[in-house]
């Protein structure tokens, strides 16, 4: 029998969590927010971000958001975020992708500090990822993580195939499940013999951005399945995942929608908690010269989906 993962409950876990700590944080006089970005109006874009701001809204942050036009230049929307970056009240800043063609992505995000990159998408952040070290992760991976961990699959020692190499999951996800232990195998579109590297793993994740890529003839009876992907048809919602002829095959399996999508509004939610006890506890240790513990145990307050996702297993140090 296999089991459908239920992302959706999982992620009200998360984002109950949230709204827990940050009620204990605003006890003490620090409301974390939110700062959101949007460049033009692509329908998608906007639907999205109206979505991650009312989560916002719903867990008790503040939300402050920006909407620039499409025409706006790569040096408006770099001050815009230089702004946000030096307003000390602003724990996160979003910015909505993709951008009109105009704008690079990359230089724009690289203009937000580490510390507020909830996105977890700066090459600073990716730095911090790679070496092991704490900070922000992007929020699909470790929402992804997050996923594995309540359903009690054991990361390592298992062998793991991700299908698909992008640098907002593949890769990041990549190095996460490496630093839990796990052997990672990475596919993409220049692989030869798909089914060669999917059945021979115990958890098979696919964020591909091909519908249906994945059916039976890739996956071995016991496999947990993650479906990343997501794609409107006009027959509704499907992944990248087959998943209909999967059942009875995989063990688990996330269902489209329903499964990693959920997650990552919760993780980002989880980000911006997570960066406000980190400028709590920076501003902290600024004031007392390094002297004083009292703040500085309030990032241990995130949760366990963020620290599992974000610390090396002990054996990886």
């Not at 009620?23 to 874009?45: E, K, M, W, Y």
């Not at 109206?50 to 929307?77: C, F, I, N, W, Y």
Request: proline content about 6%; overall charge neutral.
């Amino acid at each position: 029998m296999t089991v459908t993962i239920n992302g959706t409950g999982i992620a009200r876990d998360v984002r109950t969590h949230v709204t827990t700590q940050v009620t204990r944080l605003a006890a003490r006089g620090v409301v974390p927010c939110l700062a959101s970005i949007l460049v033009g109006d692509d329908p998608a874009s906007a639907v999205y971000i109206a979505a991650k701001r009312r989560a916002v809204r719903e867990a008790g942050m503040r939300d402050v958001h920006r909407h620039l036009p499409s025409d706006a230049t790569q040096d408006q929307v770099a001050s815009v975020i230089d702004t946000l970056a030096a307003d000390t009240a602003v724990s996160g800043i979003l910015l909505q992708l993709p951008l009109p063609p105009q704008l690079s992505a990359a230089t724009l995000i690289d203009h937000i500090p580490v510390g507020k990159d909830v996105d977890g998408l700066t090459t600073a952040g990716a730095g911090l990822l790679a070496r092991g070290r704490t900070g922000l992760r992007p929020c699909t991976p470790i929402g992804v993580v997050a996923l594995l961990d309540a359903e009690h699959v054991e990361l390592k020692g298992s062998y793991v195939t991700i299908v698909g190499w992008g640098e907002l999951v593949g890769r990041p996800l990549a190095q996460l499940l490496l630093h839990r232990g796990a052997t990672v195998t990475v596919a993409h579109e220049h692989t030869t013999d798909l089914g060669a590297v999917t059945r021979g793993a115990d958890i098979v994740i696919v964020a591909a951005g091909v519908p249906g890529l994945i059916g039976r003839e890739h996956i071995t009876p016991g496999t947990t399945v993650i479906d990343v992907g997501i794609h409107r048809t006009p027959g509704g919602l499907v992944g990248d995942v087959r998943a209909a002829e999967l059942r009875g095959i995989a063990e688990r399996i996330t269902p489209v929608p329903g499964g990693v999508g959920p997650m990552t509004i919760a993780m980002l939610l989880a980000n911006t908690l997570h960066a406000a006890e980190g400028n709590l506890r920076r501003t902290a240790e600024q004031r007392d010269h390094l002297g004083d513990d009292g703040p500085r145990t309030m990032a241990a307050s995130t949760g366990h989906a963020i620290h599992a996702a974000a610390r090396p297993s002990r054996s990886a140090r």
